[in-house]
């Protein structure tokens, strides 16, 4: 059965602008990507992990990024040190029933940040208020603060001393592209920290 011409329109036109998106990253976020794979490498290297939290889709990506490191992306290594905030039910739900939806990662980060950690915080709007709050809990404890994101960077530019925005306000085009940036960041990092 052939498919519908409007319908098969319609999914060339979706891939047609999510390879946009991919080709046409300005260089400046370019630039972003390399900065926070040598930022994420230079903690590692210090004995320092990367912490990872997002909400929705971009709770699912910063599992899974968090789990390219422990486990592995490309190569045959040892365990690098990653944490996804998005991964313990029991500490969620108790911080969202004791304190607000709004600290459920920036209590964890309390807890599990050290001064030479990174923390990356996915927000496709930059405006989520519980990311927001764990960058602004990641400057009082001496962690890097990157953010991925969308559109101009919303509140998130504010707060990132490196902010990866991708030009689009389209959630899932947005969501797409952090896949990727997070693939090229377990790339460059793996590299660096594996020998030849």
């Known amino acids: 059965m052939s498919p519908q011409p409007d319908l098969a329109q319609a999914v060339s036109a979706v891939l047609r602008d999510t ?3 991919h ?11 390399v900065k926070a794979a040598q930022a994420m490498t230079d903690a590692m290297r210090g004995g320092h992990k990367v912490i990872w939290f997002g909400n929705g889709g971009s709770a699912t990506q910063s599992q899974h990024m968090a789990g390219e490191f422990v ?5 045959e290594r040892r365990s690098l040190p990653s944490i996804s905030l998005t991964e313990n039910m029991a500490s969620i739900t108790a911080i969202g029933n004791d304190y607000s939806y709004e600290q459920l990662f920036s209590r964890q980060l309390e807890g599990l940040g050290q001064r030479g950690d990174v923390a990356v ?3 496709t709007s930059g405006n989520s208020s519980n990311v927001l ?5 990641a400057k009082e404890l001496g962690i890097v603060r990157i953010g991925l ?4 960077g919303g509140k998130m530019a504010g707060l ?4 990866i925005c991708v030009p689009s306000t389209a959630t ?8 990727t940036i997070g693939h090229i960041l377990c790339g460059l990092v793996e590299d660096a920290l594996v020998p030849t």
């Open 19 to 21: 390879a946009r998106l």
């Open 23 to 33: 080709a046409e990253l300005p260089p400046a976020q370019v630039g972003q990507i």
């Open 71 to 75: 486990g592995r992306f490309c190569r």
């Open 121 to 123: 915080g996915l927000s």
């Open 133 to 137: 709050k764990a960058l602004e809990k």
């Open 149 to 152: 994101t969308g559109g101009t």
């Open 160 to 163: 990132c001393d490196i902010l």
């Open 172 to 179: 899932a085009r947005v969501q797409e592209v952090h896949l």
